[in-house]
Each structure stands twice: as C-alpha cells, then as structure tokens.
C-alpha cells in the first residue's frame, strides 16, 4: 500500500497491484480518499510536462471537485456536469503531471462481469433497445456535452468506447477526460462536434447507420426522420458545403431532439437534466484558489520521493514522496547515532561556534527569531531548508535526489514518535533525499517544526532513552529506489547510521546505509559521517546563510 497526495492536499491509499494495467496511456490503480470513498489513481505512462496542458488539467480538476462537492452536500442533482468523469486530483513530479485521481464510474454503467458498458455494445445490437431508449440516450449525451460547450472546454476523444449508457435507463456517461482543454488552444475546436453528432447518428438510427467509419449519407436515412434532425446531420458533415463552424452545438442537438423525440408516447419520458453554471470555478474548501500555490524565491527544482509503503505528494511544493517506517533511533545528547548491526551506540555532543559580529554598520541577522513561528520568516520549503549539496567529514560529496514537504505525523512511525509529534504541535516536516557521487550511499533527511523551541525542545528531551520508529525515504525512481523497495526483512539488518539534532524551533533526523544494503560494521564510518554532517547544515541556517 501506498499513499499519494495530490494538488487538494488530501491523501489517497493506493493498492500495490494494478487495477487495470493494460491501457497504454496510463497504469490504473484502486485506492481511497480520506473519508474512505474508493477512486482511481491513473499513473500515466508518459508524464504531461507542457505548462499550458498541466493548467488546463488544473481547471478541469476544479470542476471536477465542484461537482464532487455538490453530490457530497446533496447527492446527484441530475445535472449533465455531474454525468462526466472529471479529474478530481492531480499528482505532479516536479514540473510534470504523472497521474490523476478520478470518481470510479458508477456501478450502473458497468456490466455484470465489471467492464464498461461502452456505446459501441449499443450499436452491435440495435434490436435490444426500443427508439425511444435510444432518443433518450441521444439527448442525455447531448447535454453532457453541452455542458463541456459551455464551460469552453473540447474533450477531444468522443468514441463509442469513451461513452457509457444504463442498461435500465436512457442515460449516458463520457470518461477518459485526459484530454480535455480550452476550446481555443486547441487545433480543431468544433471536433466534438463532429463527435457528437456521429455518436447521435449511429445511435438514434443504428440500422441505417452502417459500418464504423461510414460518413452520414441522406439518401440512407429513413424517410421519416424529422427535418430539423436531418438538417443537423447536414450541418455537421458537410453536406451542401457547410464548413466545421457550421456544425451544430451541443444545445442544439439537445433542444432539437427534445423537442422532435422527448413527447414521444411510445416510452417513458426523456430523463430531465440541470446544467451547472459555466462560472470560472470556485476554488473548493481548502485551496488557496487558481492562483500558483506557492509564491516563494525560484529555487533548484526538487526531486520526488519513494517507499514501498507511502508515496507522498507535498502540497506546498507539488513533489511526491514516499515514506517507510525503517530502524530505531535512540536520541541522548544533541546528536545520537546507533549501528543496527553492530549494536553499539556512539554518542557525540553538538559543537556551537559562536564568531563575533562583524564591524559594521550591516544589521546581523537576529537568530533569535528562529525560536518562534511569529517570527521566523524562513519558507517552510525543502529549497529553503535543505542544501543542494553537501561534503561529508571525509570529503564525499552527496546531492540531493529528491525532497518534498508532508504532513508531521506518518503511519509508519512508532506510536510514541507519533504521540510526541502531536503534543507538541509539530506543524509539517520537510524530507529529503541525498545520494553519494558514487551512488553507493543513501541519506534520508527529515525536518520537524514546531510553533516555537519550546516544543522542539520538549519532544527532543521527552524521547531520550526511548527505542523510536522514524521514516526513511528514497526516490521514486533510480538510484535509491531499490532501497525502498526491497524486503523490509533485508532492509532492516543493513547496516545504518542515524543521527538526530534539535535546533530553535525545529528537529531534525538522518538516516545513512549502502543502497546495496550491505551488512557490514566496518562500514559504519562511512555513515557516521553523512549522517552526522548533515544535521549541521540543515534547517533556516541553510536559508539564511551568507549568499
């Protein structure tokens, strides 16, 4: 199991086995929001890295939790929005899209074994269905799109196969929303249209329709379709010269059939349906609106993070991370490391060097401030706490692979770790990452904060002497991956060295092994001494170092 955070903030518990892994554009995933509602986690196989793209999926994403919240505070209204299948989250890495969370489609569009009840199941059998049912469809789908229409959006992939009906009802459902974009940034903006009205072709008259691919021909349509329909399909083939401007817009369709098929006598009424208004959308509880969500200094992009446990998406800095639970760490002093393997115990106190202020009229930074949130102005990011790079006692120089900014409190720490965390009111942690030049070692960094350093310091003392489980991290991909991915049995006889500092309002953890996972004592120096240096470089020091 692991845990992905998405754009919202909210985490989702994601399955370890793929769902449906066949597709070629994406892995799909189960897994669960915080109130316990399944979803669909779609890990893409390409990540989306072009701006505008991951903006129009932002917006799309918007809506897609506008209606989510409506259904939330008064279940289906019948609205057309509320029949799409919006994305509801996104995960980024770094500057990319690499998934989104989206509704699973309900039940009623699923067969009995699970899969899909796609539009093209329709056509194969048009006997099955009666007019009516089929005008119904025709309209309902009509509105759906409509409803894409009127918040100026083309979802650019209308088929059969992205189109769902009920069995029990005339209703419709359109997924697969990747592709969904502003109606003038795309090459062909009136497509859908073009789409729409061969879903409604091949729908209301499936026995005259033809093969897949067979364009509308007039002569073939029965004598009896209504004019105003056949003046449509006209419209939106070409036919007597008309251009794609001159194809009919969704509202059209649905005013047109509504009125040519929605009285009909031979079956029940035509399902009534609401449009959402196409405001721009309201940013839902929680967000800071569409605004960027983080306006601090540029700084290096960070990378993201994995576990064979967790995978975590910081919210402030968009970066996925993923955390396991990995080790004991025993803290006395202000430094404390223990060897796993060896079982020994190496303590060493904290060194302060104090220089004297320079002669100057300059204002020295008061570091005093750092001892309390009203006052600390540090950016609480991993760029802003966290080096780029940093040279250990015996000269190896480690860079940071991946980092990101989580929750304080993660399910795989001990519960003692997990109490003093929340008594103590720590706020959020920054991880990090670091990987040797020679790619040998890993360096799991952690940064607590606390309101002020009386907390920091209390959580500090109140853990001496206490066996306390903390996490580890690696990178989602590449060197230092494996380490989160191996046998948690393997991982935790190798050999470690973790070390662990409280300074002003904040409490820092490292974590060193070989990314090999050796087991092997004589080794301990080599991370003793990353684990140890780290700590002196971490935390608003790093920010507020002379530049």
């Known amino acids: ?221 029965p004598a009896s379709l209504d004019p105003r329909v056949r003046a449509l399909f006209d419209r939106a083939f070409g036919n007597g010269g008309f251009g794609p401007d001159a194809r009919p817009s969704a509202a059209e369709w649905g005013d047109v059939l509504r009125v040519v098929y929605g ?57 996925l991370v993923v955390a396991i639970g990995v080790g004991v760490v025993v803290l006395s002093g202000k430094d404390d490391s223990k060897n796993k393997a060896s079982g020994t115990t190496t303590t060493a106190t904290a060194t302060t060097t104090t220089t004297a202020p320079p002669t100057s009229t300059t204002v020295v930074f008061d570091k005093s401030t750092l001892n309390q949130q009203a006052t600390d102005k540090t950016p609480f990011t991993a760029d802003a706490m966290l080096p780029q790079t940093f040279t250990d006692s015996k000269g190896v120089v480690f860079t940071r692979r991946s980092s990101g900014v989580k929750d304080c409190v993660a399910a795989n720490m001990s519960q003692n770790v997990k109490t003093a965390l929340q008594t103590n009111k720590c706020q959020q942690m920054v991880t990090g990452t670091y990987i040797d030049q020679s790619d040998k070692i890993l360096t799991s960094l952690e940064v607590f904060a606390f309101p002020s350093n009386t907390e920091a310091e209390a959580i500090y003392n109140g853990l001496k002497g206490q066996n306390q489980t903390w996490d580890v991290w690696c990178p989602t991909q590449g060197v230092g991956a494996s380490v989160c991915q191996s046998n948690l049995d393997t991982l935790w006889a190798a050999t470690y060295s973790s070390w662990g500092r409280q300074q002003y309002r904040y409490l820092y953890e490292a974590y060193s092994l070989y990314i090999n996972l050796a087991v092997d004592t004589s080794l301990a120096p080599n991370l003793d001494a990353p684990s140890r240096t780290v700590l002196q470089l971490v935390g608003p020091d790093n920010y507020w170092k002379p530049r």
């Open 263 to 319: 009285a009909t006598a031979s079956g029940p009424a035509v399902p009534a349906v609401g449009f959402a208004p196409p405001a721009t959308p309201a940013a839902p509880a929680g967000w800071s609106g569409p605004q960027p969500l983080v306006s601090y200094q540029p700084a290096p992009q960070p990378d993201s993070s994995n576990t064979a446990l967790k995978v975590i998406l910081g919210v402030l800095l968009v970066v």
């Open 1 to 221: 199991m692991v845990v992905v955070t998405g754009l919202s903030g909210e985490s989702y518990d994601v399955d370890g086995e793929p769902f449906y892994a066949a597709g070629s554009r994406s892995v799909q995933y189960l897994c669960r929001d915080p109130r316990g509602q399944q979803r669909l986690y779609k890990l893409y196989r390409t990540p989306v890295t072009a701006p505008d793209a991951i903006e129009w999926s932002r917006q799309a994403m918007l809506f897609g939790r506008q209606s989510m919240a409506a259904e939330a505070a008064g279940g289906s209204t019948g609205a057309a929005a509320e029949a799409v299948n919006w994305p509801i989250d996104l995960i980024q890495h770094d500057s990319s899209l690499i998934g989104t969370v989206l509704p699973l489609i309900p039940i009623d569009y699923l067969q009995p074994d699970g899969r899909p009840r796609t539009l093209d199941q329709l056509w194969a059998t048009p006997g099955q269905t009666a007019p009516y049912f089929r005008a119904g469809l025709a309209i309902r789908l009509s509105d759906i799109i409509r409803a894409l229409e009127d918040r100026q959006l083309v979802h650019g992939d209308l088929t059969p196969k992205t189109v769902l009906w009920q069995a029990a009802a005339p209703l419709a459902y359109v997924i697969d929303t990747a592709g969904l974009a502003p109606a003038d940034r795309v090459r062909d903006r009136y497509k859908d249209r073009y789409d729409l009205a061969t879903l409604v072709y091949r729908t209301l008259l499936p026995e005259t329709a033809g093969p897949p691919g067979v364009p509308w021909e007039a002569g073939v349509a």
